[in-house]
């Protein structure tokens, strides 16, 4: 392995006998990626922009494959790029920076006392100071738009708890439990996050807490991955709007029905907003000017892949209006110009996710950025707009964008060192005919170095989700430039089920696990492996979580095209994962219903496509892995997959992580993951040279 790695020296102004993690120093010595120059990449987090839009503070994370962690710290550069500079450098993990009003102070999270707290610094790092001390720590905050008061999330007790119902039993390790929503995700559901308001002062602190959901046993923000942004003040400070699915046990489990709630300061009185929608509501943003309430919405119960519309509230009249109407995708992040007249969000279109605009007054929508990218925010900045940017040939990095011409500037420049040793491999668009004389956008990339006159292996990437994009995603575990990398022709079709190409692509996959969309991916990996430059004879497929699925159902239904499998996390066992997963709601729609429902054709067909039903037909080698910590995709399901595997005496490969969940996140296991799917790749897909 030709990769020298040494973690930048970085002294501790906070425990100088603690070690540091900061960036790392690497030399790649081939130009080729591998697991320990991919875990060398700085990561950008949150981006804030000042209140006079002037200055960016933003997190990066470091990672230490030795030390088998990480560490964030915020830096702060003007909204050009110059004067960069590292605010905090300490073992302590800091995140989530606010500006305050004056823009001369930073806001932010810090475990530094034990647990994660408020803090407070000026803009050039100096004179910190911690402003919450509450037991248990607080998820995150926002200050009011005069700073007398803050809001934050923090965690309450839910359900029933043995040391509550049995205090004599202080040791029993045992959960009672009496209804669905148990666990979520990668927890047991023992606590909800629910958001507080206090008093505040820089002098004084927090007084005078209250709960806006006392003695309610909801979630606010929304789990598994809702935070800050699904909580706002007004602009008068008088009221907080938040987002909370007001439910519990099984109705939790079979619904998507989260509604915006404006809880008003004085009275303590709580008003649902978005009560006529059946379907999610959420992520309350208000205009600079007070008139406008601007969220994110879908229509349909149950369906949480229904189209992201783009809602408006006027506030003083009552009437509400669906500004993406006229939009054919969804619109994801909305943010506020400075004069209230217009939202910039991101939106994913033939497997790009751009910067929008759309006008409040007219509905009317014009794309800012161009390019093979993926556009993760935007915000307004002095004269600017300041975005997020990848693509699978570029991490995350800070972008100026012009919002007139889209011409974007590079800022961050946090990874260019590690970049400039790197060889990419190229990137092309295919539009691949499918069985059903539609068009397929695929992307295919090649090794670096990539000779025509050779063959390559080449391998079939099955997408999650199922309704997820294959867009210009940058993944730290999957990875495409690194398969690349080591030598394969990766094939990456938008297959149906994946947002970006209309509606009716997207939702053709729902209840059609096992039809169209396993027909494309055979189309996509057929019209490639014709290329000369591609070795046929060894193939590969892989993928997780829905992907996973398609591994296992393509196992027994791919006529000896692959020579090798990869499934992680991924469904095998309809029927028990029904009945394992915690969020019922996804299977329904996906899935058409429940197994036991004999009258309902399309969970009939759905569960008749359950890969364990094929495995009879089962012929090639496969690596399955899993992480018990995975409540969405139980593992047991990938247990069954590499058993079934070995009593058929097929070569199999087992990797389990006792303590990961529906992702790999930990530096040496993620290290350990990619070296175990490069062995099992070239053991079965290299067999010697070819030319």
């Known amino acids: 392995m030709a990769l020298a790695v040494a973690t930048a020296s970085c002294g501790g102004d906070k425990q100088a006998d603690t070690p540091v993690i900061g960036k790392q120093q690497v030399t790649v010595e081939n130009g080729l990626m591998t697991p320990e120059a991919l875990w060398a990449f700085g990561r ?51 995140a989530a920076p606010r500006w305050m009003n004056d823009s001369q102070r930073i806001a932010y999270l810090s475990n530094e006392s034990g647990s994660m707290q408020a803090w407070v610094m000026n803009a050039d790092g100096s004179d910190k100071r911690q402003l919450t001390d509450r037991e248990g720590g607080i998820a995150d905050f926002a200050f009011s738009p005069d700073e007398t008061r803050m809001l934050f999330i923090a ?77 706002a003040w007004s602009r008068d400070g008088k009221t907080i709007a938040y987002t909370s699915k007001k439910m519990t046990g099984k109705a939790y489990a079979l619904s998507t029905n989260t509604d915006i709630y404006l809880y008003t300061l004085e009275t303590g009185e709580t008003r649902n907003l978005t009560e006529p929608n059946r379907g999610y509501d959420m992520n309350p943003t208000f205009s600079p000017d007070g008139r406008w309430m601007a969220w994110e919405s879908m229509e349909r119960d149950g369906y949480e892949s229904d189209k992201n519309r783009l809602m408006l509230l006027d506030l003083a009249t009552g009437q509400k209006t669906d500004l993406s109407a006229r939009f054919p995708e969804s619109v994801h992040g909305p943010a506020w110009s400075p004069d209230s007249r217009s939202l910039y969000f991101t939106a994913c279109i033939q497997a790009r996710t751009h910067i929008y605009q759309v006008d409040v007054a007219t509905g009317d929508v014009r794309q800012i950025t161009t390019g093979d990218y993926d556009y993760l925010s935007a915000t307004p900045a002095d004269g600017c707009l300041i975005a997020a940017r990848q693509s699978m040939s570029a991490p995350t990095e800070i972008y100026s964008i012009d919002p007139q011409s889209g011409k974007a500037t590079e800022l961050s420049f946090e990874n260019q060192d590690l970049m400039a040793q ?32 050779k063959k390559y292996p080449a391998l079939l ?25 080591n030598g ?57 979580s829905y992907g996973g699925y398609s591994v296992y159902w393509l196992a027994g239904h791919h006529d000896k095209r692959f020579k090798a499998f990869i499934a992680h996390n991924g469904m095998f066992n309809f029927h028990q994962k029904y009945l394992t997963t915690e969020e019922t709601f ?18 009939q067909r759905s569960f008749a496509n359950s890969p364990h039903w094929f495995v009879d037909r089962w012929d090639t080698p496969i690596l399955v892995i899993v992480g018990e910590r995975d409540y969405r995709i139980p593992y047991t399901q990938g247990l069954a997959a590499f058993s079934a595997a070995r009593l058929r005496d097929i070569p199999a490969q087992l990797l389990v992580y006792p303590d990961e969940c529906h992702w790999v996140q930990q530096p040496q296991n993620a290290v350990l993951w990619q070296r175990t799917f490069f062995a099992w790749l070239d053991r079965w897909l290299k067999e010697g040279e070819r030319e």
């Open 44 to 94: 950008i987090g949150t981006v804030s922009v000042s209140p006079d839009g002037k200055r960016v503070a933003y997190t990066v994370s470091y990672y230490s494959i030795a030390e088998n962690k990480g560490n964030s710290e915020i830096f702060v550069m003007n909204a050009d790029g110059s004067d960069k500079r590292q605010l905090t450098r300490s073992a302590f993990q800091e």
């Open 155 to 231: 965690n309450v007790p839910y359900g029933n708890r043995v040391a509550d119902l049995y205090p004599d039993l202080p040791q029993a390790t045992g959960r009672v439990i009496d209804d669905l929503m148990y666990r979520h995700w990668d927890e047991w559901t023992e606590t909800v996050p629910h958001p507080f308001v206090a008093d505040f002062s820089l002098q004084n602190g927090l007084s005078n807490e209250r709960d806006l959901l006392a003695g309610e046993p909801y979630e606010s923000p929304v789990k598994p991955f809702g935070g800050i942004e699904q909580v």
């Open 422 to 453: 790197l060889q990419m491999g190229r990137v092309e668009e295919r539009w691949i005919p499918t069985t059903d004389g539609q068009r397929m956008l695929t992307w295919v990339v090649y090794p670096p170095h990539f000779d025509p006159a």
């Open 461 to 485: 990437y099955c997408q999650g989700g199922p309704q997820s994009p294959v867009s210009q995603f940058w993944s730290y575990r999957w990875n495409i430039q690194i398969m690349a990398a």
């Open 488 to 544: 394969y022709i990766v094939v990456m079709p938008n297959r149906r089920g994946v947002p970006g190409f209309g509606q009716e692509w997207l939702e053709q996959i729902s209840g059609d696990y096992g039809g169209q969309n396993m027909r494309d991916y055979l189309a996509a990996i057929d019209a490639v492996a014709a290329e000369p430059y591609v070795d046929r004879d060894h193939l590969g497929c892989v993928g997780a």
């Open 586 to 603: 996804f299977a329904n729609w996906d899935l058409g219903g429940p197994y036991w429902d004999k009258d309902n054709a399309t969970a």
